[in-house]
């Protein structure tokens, strides 16, 4: 598309301008609210539009009175599901009117009559939006949405707060989440400066501020400089030394003020040497002085307030930040010098979008989008930019243009596992790949050369659909170009890490609508090991105690090798078809041998890994001793698919055929002492600040209960009827009651990449084959080597 000469007014916008298809503005013809925030230079828009996409359900079969030997378990379907997504776009106001027209021809089903507008330029433009759009302008206080998007993006985005390390190998250094955002101060640089403490999610109060702000900058700066755009003053002052300027504390004493504690190098006058010096300054320098001059006064500022308040977090947003990276080490610098280290100069990835989240919140109130969870969509989001102006210089051409971030509802809040032992201090994430840049340059390439395979698997997975292969083109593109923008700018989407190089994939793959490419593989898997399931618990029951738990933890083990997304495995799980579970045994390396018997835990909760072997052969054996012994347990598996790990929904059916097999189970799901749960995440790694407020499965055999007819039954065989009921506890508040005392968490993605660090508050097994060479070797093993790591906390 490309716009016209601006009219009615506003003539100077002029530029004409390229959307791309299906990446700027998407999903408009189901558009339902907007909001707007319109500032000097950059407009904000969002809004909320209903996605339809594919998921993959599976449900069991009637399998009553024939022979199941060659039919499949169960039936795999792929139906449209709606969901609600939140998009904000950010591009230049000199586009505006091409973007509004845009925006008017491609509204078809929007319910709203109104558009929430805030900023400096709502006023101006509100005829040229009414007069676009049809909607009606309503404004909204500036601070009041700032501190509403401020937030939503600190509740709802893990890797948003930053703090910034001009010198440092990683120039982003991303903050843990606090469970508890409040209180913190705000500290907004627009003309003026703004200082805001926030204690509750509506209530702040403004407690300073100074005139001299990012408008001062401008205005001296355009008349020391004669320039008069503020993206090259900066330009111009990164460029420049403030020290021929600026009058030193050596230059006045000769050295450093020892009596004060002041080093040589500091500012004793800003444009102190202007004074004496008969030359003329450089543009470059003088603007340089004249950005630590306003920095300084603005970090001392805030100190000060932080101090009197006792604070420990300040947020900078507004325009003199957004992004710069000569404006954000200014401000660090001044808050380190004035804090003595103590406090840390923190910055927002979306800042330049709070204004316009806020007002869209404002506007959505009725519809309380703060009940639920929600998560950014890799696949539909810029990501941060590189504040390096010689690095990836086209995509920062791009992102000056437009910029986007999308955001997806989550089915349920998501809240912190109650067993961890200090959630402020729990980083899920066992390698960063921001800072080793080793591991970064494996672990990308790694991704790379696997793309390929992924995309033929995710085409095979839908042979009766004619697309099928064109999607999957689009998708390995689109992955491609994520892990190119990676390479260059590791920090884009917050910290690099193994879990959220999986999750872009699996959000790339859901965009091309490939819910779950595995779909038929686990299928088949889980057919094949059900039918040895028998002949695995009578090997074991042959044995004694102590040869049991050895033969237990060892199948635990070899269940684990069957993973899709290691290739090592892949390929071998596709050149010898023949390969399974004995042979999978025999592949282990390391396993030492001592047992000790202990007392009964309380309550197990398990986080599962694989469908097929892992969890028929592997998982549910171990499930059958812990039974025995009197232990309840707790069976979590993923909410979606991602690989080949097991789902909640394929879980049910696969429990209820071991149940018809064994006793043991049969009696625990009658008796409510196996209960299985979904842990919210659609990942193949865990993170446990992020477990789900989730429905709970009781399942109940039909002998002897009543069974409650209701829409949530779900009939898994006609013969044998289990119910499912949808109780409103999550798997959080279950931990809780059952008095989890054991946590076993299965898989590379669960105990290596993620979690091999966490620290709970009752007794853990994290448990893994190893099954990439590279990391192997890092960790001074072999291929197929073992991870069983038990720990008890101290007490």
């Not at 900058?217 to 002052?237: C, S």
Request: charge should be neutral; proline fraction near 4%.
């Amino acid at each position: 598309l490309r716009g016209g000469r601006g009219s009615g007014g506003h003539g100077s916008l002029d530029k004409s301008i390229t959307l791309p298809p299906d990446e700027i503005f998407r999903n408009l013809e189901n558009a339902k609210r907007f909001a707007i925030d319109i500032g000097g230079s950059l407009t904000k828009l969002a809004y909320y539009s209903t996605v339809q996409h594919k998921v993959a359900r599976v449900r069991s079969f009637d399998h009553s009175g024939k022979d199941i030997e060659n039919e499949p378990l169960y039936e795999i379907s792929v139906q449209e599901e709606i969901t609600a997504r939140l998009h904000f776009i950010k591009f230049e106001n000199t586009y505006i009117e091409t973007c509004l027209d845009f925006i008017k021809d491609h509204l078809v089903n929007t319910e709203t009559k109104v558009i929430k507008a805030t900023g400096g330029g709502a006023y101006k433009f509100k005829d040229l939006i009414e007069k676009k759009l049809g909607l009606k302008v309503d404004k909204e206080d500036v601070m009041t949405c700032l501190i509403k998007g401020c937030n939503f993006v600190l509740r709802n985005i893990p890797h948003e707060v930053f703090a910034y390390q001009k010198d440092s190998d990683t120039e982003f250094r991303f903050q843990t989440n606090h469970p508890n955002i409040f209180p913190y101060l705000l500290v907004n640089i627009g003309s003026g400066v703004s200082i805001v403490k926030v204690e509750t999610e509506d209530k702040f109060e403004w407690i300073g501020g100074s005139s001299i702000g990012g408008g001062t900058f401008w205005g001296l700066g355009a008349l020391l400089t004669k320039t008069k755009k503020f993206d090259e003053l900066l330009q111009l002052a990164s460029k420049g030394q403030h020290t021929n300027v600026d009058m030193l504390v050596k230059d006045v004493y000769g050295g450093a003020y020892q009596t004060l504690g002041l080093s040589g190098n500091l500012i004793a006058s800003s444009f102190g040497k202007s004074t004496t010096a008969d030359k003329e300054f450089s543009k470059e320098d003088m603007a340089k002085s004249l950005l630590h001059m306003i920095s300084n006064d603005i970090g001392q500022l805030a100190c000060l307030h932080a101090k009197l308040h006792n604070l420990d977090k300040i947020y900078f947003g507004g325009f003199f930040i957004r992004g710069h990276p000569v404006t954000m080490r200014t401000i660090t610098y001044s808050i380190n010098f004035f804090s003595k280290g103590e406090v840390q100069a923190l910055f927002l990835r979306h800042e330049g979008y709070l204004g316009a989240i806020g007002a869209f919140l404002k506007g959505a109130e009725q519809d309380n989008p703060n009940q639920y969870s929600w998560g950014e969509n890799y696949a539909g989001s810029s990501g941060l930019m590189s504040t390096s102006p010689d690095v990836y210089p086209m995509q920062r051409t791009r992102s000056g243009t437009f910029d986007m971030l999308e955001m997806d509802r989550l089915e349920r809040p998501l809240v912190n596992l109650p067993l961890l032992k200090d959630p402020s201090a729990y980083i899920p994430d066992t390698v960063d790949l921001t800072d080793d840049a080793m591991a970064r340059k494996y672990w990308l390439t790694c991704f790379e050369e696997a793309l390929d395979g992924v995309a033929k698997r995710a085409a095979a997975s839908q042979p009766d659909s004619v697309d099928a292969l064109e999607r999957a083109e689009k998708f390995r593109q689109k992955y491609w170009n994520k892990l190119q923008t990676l390479r260059q700018q590791p920090f884009a989407y917050g910290t690099l890490t193994v879990r959220s190089l999986l999750d872009t994939r699996e959000h790339c793959l859901n965009e091309f609508n490939f819910p779950d490419p595995y779909s038929k593989v686990k299928q088949k898997e889980n057919g094949i090991a059900l039918k040895c399931f028998q002949s695995v618990i009578e090997s074991l029951d042959s044995l004694g105690w102590e040869e049991r738990q050895f033969a237990l933890v060892k199948g635990l083990l070899a269940g684990n090798v069957f993973d899709w997304g290691a290739k090592a495995v892949s390929d071998v799980l596709e050149s010898e078809p023949q390969f399974g579970f004995e042979e999978a045994k025999s592949k282990l390396q390391g396993i030492g041998r001592s047992v000790v018997e202990g007392p009964p835990h309380k309550c197990a909760l398990i986080f599962a890994d694989n469908s097929g072997i892992d969890i028929i052969l592997g998982v549910f054996p171990f499930v059958r001793e812990l039974l025995s012994r009197g232990t309840e347990v707790i069976l979590a598996c993923n909410s979606g698919p991602a690989l080949n790990d097991v789902t909640y929904s394929e879980s049910l059916i696969v429990t209820e055929r071991i149940a018809a097999m064994d006793p043991v189970i049969q009696s625990a799901l009658r008796e409510e002492k196996l209960l299985l749960v979904q842990t919210g995440s659609s990942s193949p790694c865990l993170d446990l600040r992020y477990t789900g407020k989730v429905p709970i499965c009781y399942l109940v055999a039909w002998s002897g209960f009543k069974v409650v007819p209701s829409p949530t039954m779900f009939y898994v065989n006609h013969k044998t009827l289990y119910h499912f009921s949808r109780l409103d506890k999550g798997l959080a508040v279950l931990v809780r009651e059952r008095k989890t005392d054991l946590v076993i968490i299965e898989g590379m993605g669960r105990a290596i990449h993620t979690n091999y660090y966490a620290a709970l508050k009752c007794e853990s097994l994290k448990l893994a084959v190893i099954k990439n060479s590279w990391l192997a070797d890092r960790l001074g093993g072999k291929i197929f080597s073992v991870i069983f790591k038990y720990e008890v906390p101290c007490k």
